[in-house]
């Protein structure tokens, strides 16, 4: 398996611009999360998918920020628009129930 | 608030000694604990885990050790190894049994292992 697919893998954009993060979980997977890393608050946790469908969006940090998960192999995470504060590492996991995540390479997003 | 904190930025350690990365958490209800290690342009990939209801896990060079009633967990490396240069993240659940819904992650300790 080519594991948790996530692309793209660089993000820059100008601020106020919409962007589109991507991700392709592991066949198989039942549950996807998106994470964001930054240098101040560390591997925080934005969503939780299960089954396609939304768990917990706590930590979503806006309304500026969507995620979709249409079917099971598939999963968007949607900034719009953005703003400088959203660069980071952006990174996709999957996992079947009981077992650890698998994390994909990440998207480093650059909003200027 | 962090519920997981990793109070070491980075540690330095010679080849073949032992490296230990330190844990601490907040939320009694945190059942299961994994550490994950992540190169530079790469995801973190799973390294080890333990239940609360163990004290000690062991794999290979790996081994952590969970002091519940302290709310602290350490991994040891031994011996340590160049290519264990990585950041380390500790990381916390619950929901027992492994379930990976909401894991909370320490910021991370970058270990560099020098020849």
């Known amino acids: 398996d080519a594991g948790v697919i996530q692309s793209p893998r660089h993000e820059v954009t100008e601020m106020g611009q919409e962007v589109t993060l991507r991700c392709k979980p592991i066949s198989g997977h039942n549950s996807l999360f998106w994470y964001r890393q930054t240098m101040m608050r560390g591997l925080e946790l934005l969503i939780y998918?299960?089954?396609?469908?939304?768990?917990?969006d706590s930590g979503m940090p806006e309304d500026r920020f969507s995620a979709k998960m249409p079917n099971a192999s598939f999963s968007t995470l949607k900034i719009q628009p953005s703003e400088p504060r959203d660069s980071a590492v952006y990174f996709c996991?999957?996992?079947?129930?009981?077992?650890?995540?698998?994390f994909g390479q990440g998207t480093r997003l650059t909003v200027v | 608030d962090q519920q997981v904190k990793q109070n070491s930025p980075s540690l330095s350690v010679q080849e073949g000694r032992i490296s230990i990365l330190n844990c601490d958490y907040t939320?009694?209800?945190?059942?299961?604990f994994l550490w994950y290690k992540k190169y530079p342009a790469e995801g973190p990939t799973f390294l080890i885990s333990i239940s609360s209801i163990k004290d000690k896990n062991e794999d290979g060079r790996f081994t952590v050790f969970l002091n519940k009633s302290a709310k602290h967990l350490s991994l040891h490396i031994v011996p340590s190894q160049p290519g264990d240069s990585a950041v380390y993240f500790c990381?916390?659940?619950?929901?027992?049994?492994?379930?990976?819904?909401?894991?909370?992650f320490g910021k991370g300790t970058l270990l560099t292992v020098n020849p």
């Open positions: 990381a916390a659940t619950q929901g027992g049994g492994g379930s990976n819904y909401k894991l909370t």
């Open positions: 998918f299960n089954n396609n469908v939304p768990i917990d």
């Open positions: 939320n009694s209800m945190f059942d299961y």
């Open positions: 996991a999957s996992s079947i129930e009981s077992t650890e995540a698998f």
